[in-house]
T-cell receptor, first 116, second 112 residues
Framework: DAGVIQSPRHEVTEMGQEVTLRCKPI?????LFWYRQTMMRGLELLIY????????DSGMPEDRFSAKMPNASFSTLKIQPSEPRDSAVYFC??????????????FGDGTRLSIL | SQQGEEDPQALSIQEGENATMNCSYK?????LQWYRQNSGRGLVHLIL?????REKHSGRLRVTLDTSKKSSSLLITASRAADTASYFC????????????FGTGTRLTIIP
């Protein structure tokens, strides 16, 4: 089975530009998660969806960040305008979901974002 | 937030030795999970232990959970060079959602 696919793997752009990160979850998984990893703050959950509906967006840092899941096989995380402090590795993960919560999450290899 | 604290932050051992990593957390949990991250890659799920379980095994991995002390440990036996990675605990709270809160991680180096 194909794993979680993220694109691009690397992104370098100047501050003020719009950045769009993309994720394709594992087929059949109904929960999707966006994380950010930095040396200072570790791994933080930004937002997660269940059945394409945002469930918890309490980790989204500010209005410059937005996420969408238009269908079960695609999600985007957008930053507009980008700032140097947004530089981090952004991970997407998916799981089978379910009420018990006892499902592992499967991670993509991340997008390394550098804002100059 | 119930971010976990992991101990030690870094661990170097000889190949063949056992490695033990500890995780402490702050509030009640539904389950606790351990993940591995190789350099430049995403996290890989290793094992999940439910709050009503005390010990779980998977191959060379052994996880314990003590909810009274709010702590967990991961033991890797007979370590191999390929076990070199960062290891994270992750807590799922009793809040009715799937949010995971990750610990700070332990960087494990296996010396051949």
């Amino acid at each position: 089975d194909a794993g979680v696919i993220q694109s691009p793997r690397h992104e370098v752009t100047e501050m003020g530009q719009e950045v769009t990160l993309r994720c394709k979850p594992i087929s059949g998984h109904n929960s999707l998660f966006w994380y950010r990893q930095t040396m200072m703050r570790g791994l933080e959950l930004l937002i997660y969806f269940n059945n394409n509906v945002p469930i918890d967006d309490s980790g989204m840092p500010e209005d410059r960040f937005s996420a969408k899941m238009p269908n079960a096989s695609f999600s985007t995380l957008k930053i507009q305008p980008s700032e140097p402090r947004d530089s981090a590795v952004y991970f997407c993960a998916s799981s089978r979901g379910g009420g018990s919560g006892n499902q592992p999450q499967h991670f993509g290899d991340g997008t390394r974002l550098s804002i100059l | 937030s119930q971010q976990g604290e992991e101990d030690p932050q870094a661990l170097s051992i000889q190949e063949g030795e056992n490695a033990t990593m500890n995780c402490s957390y702050k509030t009640s949990i539904n389950n606790l999970q351990w993940y591995r991250q190789n350099s430049g890659r995403g996290l890989v799920h290793l094992i999940l232990i439910r709050s009503n379980e005390r010990e779980k095994h998977s191959g060379r991995l052994r996880v314990t959970l003590d909810t009274s002390k709010k702590s967990s440990s991961l033991l890797i036996t007979a370590s191999r060079a390929a076990d070199t990675a960062s290891y994270f605990c992750a807590m799922m709270g009793n809040f009715g959602n799937e949010k995971l809160t990750f610990g700070t991680g332990t960087r494990l180096t296996i010396i051949p």
